[in-house]
């Protein structure tokens, strides 16, 4: 794969011709044209199948947010590594959501810059550790967030062990379920340990209580197991 073609992307002609300029000078990285905005970078790589883009986040008109959306649309092969001034947390995830192999600040190193580059080339993340935690932090807040995870909990949960969930939102003890599913203590005590390990619950009433919230199961069905 080498040269390795590249496209500048960004709208301030001194930096991106300082980028042309270190490519260039790079055994392994030819550069095959240089764009101001998105729109002209979007034209450029339809016409030009870059192996790679270098694309600026904030420009005028069309940004580098846009322009990587629809490049990596129309060219999916296309490896695409966003630099910016700032650490914007949502243009971070935005960039990575559209397509972007890598999201860069313009603060690094011209070696730093290049050994990301090539990492990303290679199918890596081309993201600093800094940046890269903030992913780490977002994709764990999103993992806890309700209804995440639900779908694939609903489904770890066995028939039998829904009827116990049932029967403890209800207010039912460990005796009042043994004798209502007419099952041991010390399988009821299994099938509550089972549920709260699937749940990712330390409480049985905080089980329930998100059972219920997440419609594992109804308070139709309470009633009926009152009854």
């Not at 935005?94 to 990492?119: C, F, H, P, T, W």
Request: with cysteine; proline share 4%; aromatic share 4%.
């Amino acid at each position: 794969m080498y040269p390795i073609r590249v496209l500048i992307v960004d709208d301030h002609p001194l930096f991106r011709e300082g980028l042309v300029n270190i490519f260039n000078n790079q055994p392994d990285f030819v550069v095959v044209g240089d764009a101001g905005d998105g729109l002209e970078a979007l034209v450029k790589a339809r016409k030009l199948q870059p192996d790679l883009i270098l694309m600026d986040v904030v420009m005028p008109g069309c940004d580098g947010l846009e322009a990587t959306k629809r490049i990596k649309l129309e060219i999916p092969q296309t490896i695409i590594v966003m630099l910016t001034v700032r650490e914007e947390d949502e243009k971070l995830f935005d960039s990575i959501s559209n397509g972007a192999q890598g999201y860069l600040l313009k603060s690094i190193s011209s070696n730093e810059m290049l050994k990301m580059v090539r990492s990303a080339v290679r199918g890596e993340a081309a993201i600093t550790p800094a940046l890269g935690g903030k992913i780490l932090e977002e994709f764990r807040r999103i993992s806890h967030l309700p209804g995440v995870e639900t779908q694939d909990e609903i489904k770890s949960l066995t028939a039998r062990e829904r009827d116990v969930l049932t029967l403890v939102a209800s207010g039912a003890t460990n005796q009042m379920i043994a004798d209502k599913l007419l099952l041991s203590i010390h399988t009821v005590k299994t099938h509550m340990r089972n549920i709260l390990a699937k749940l990712h619950k330390d409480r049985r009433y905080e089980a329930a209580r998100y059972a219920q919230k997440e419609g594992i199961i109804t308070h139709t069905e309470e009633d009926n197991y009152l009854s």
